[in-house]
């Protein structure tokens, strides 16, 4: 077993510091880890939720390397084939650095081969976002050809994806809904056959109004939002209609009227990636991925070197509506390319 140098990493030294670019040293690697060299690491606001401190699930008091996934080429491993590349989930501690650094250690099953012809900037950005879309609207909510799909939060990374899943998978109808009226303008490119803005200061009852009109009774919700909204679009559900929560940037609760929920029978969940090992994403990976070779999904990003980290981080605060990556090993790449370099470009030893 050899052990690991010292990397340059990204580092978030408090709940609620700003991240900066320093150097760690990884511990040498034990058997059942594999050792990544870092080719793509995106940047997902679970990453800036935790460094927050205010996240429901983990909280960091002791310097960490923060980042949940990445593409990457594999360095040392029992398991994976040296020289390979994978996509790997990080589940980021202060004794477990994360993915935003050149080199990342995990666990053996954190990792999955990423298929031949995969651009690797690309291919990541599909990673926590695209199972977020694809794995509650077909696993959880098991969308039905012809149903209609209302998508709340639908401008962001997963929402734009979940647009296009849906329209993929046959849904009858798809509907995006959010705040930023440019972004949503957008949508029907994607796959959206309507769309309908948040307003401020606006009633679940007035905003079920507007939904209703639009989309008339809906078969499936992927809530991204929660809050507000969710009230809104539980008025417009269909009878046995599925809603599958995904992340609550609107606020952290909503009334659910009990007579609603029983009256119309819906099915009410939440789905989290970070409590869902990533055999169970395989096959949502397996369909993203098989769908970017084919050029059916469209996915936009912007990339920035670690060394601008702090400016990443900053965009991804403000919702981009693209999904950002960060190249560890690619500092001399411009930050925003239209698109990225594909896997015959890269050596397979960055």
Known sequence: MSSAPSIRAAVVDAPGAAPRVGSVVLPPRAPGTTLVSVVAAPLNPLDLVIASGTFHSARHESPYVPGSECVGVVLDSDRHQPGSWVYAECHASPDTPGSLATQVLVDDDDVLPLPEGIDPVRGAAVGNSGTAAFMPLVEDAALRTGETVLVLGATGAVGQLAVQVAHRRGAGRVVGVA????????????????????????????????????????????????????????????????????????????????????????????????????????????????????????????????????????????????????????????????????????????
Do not use: M
């Open 179 to 350: 705040r930023d009226r440019a972004a949503l303008e957008r949508l029907p490119d994607l796959g959206a056959d309507a769309v309908v803005d948040l307003r401020g200061g606006e009633s679940a009852e007035e905003l079920a109004e507007r939904l209703r009109a639009v989309a008339g009774p809906v078969d499936v919700v992927l809530d991204g939002v929660y809050g507000v909204p969710l009230e809104a679009a539980l008025q417009v559900c269909a009878p046995r209609a599925r809603v599958v929560n995904v992340g609550n940037p609107a606020g952290a609760t909503a009334r659910i009227p009990a007579g609603l929920l029983r009256g119309k029978q819906l099915t009410l969940s939440g789905f989290a990636g970070l409590h869902t090992p990533l055999r169970a994403k395989q096959a949502a990976l397996t369909w993203l991925w098989d769908a970017l070779t084919r050029d059916e999904l469209r996915v936009d990003v912007r990339t920035f070197p670690l060394d601008d980290l702090p400016s990443a981080w900053r965009t991804q605060a403000v919702s981009p509506h693209a999904k950002c990556v960060v190249l560890p090993q690619g500092s001399g790449l411009p930050e925003h390319p239209t698109t990225a370099p594909t896997r015959r470009d890269r050596s397979t030893r960055p």
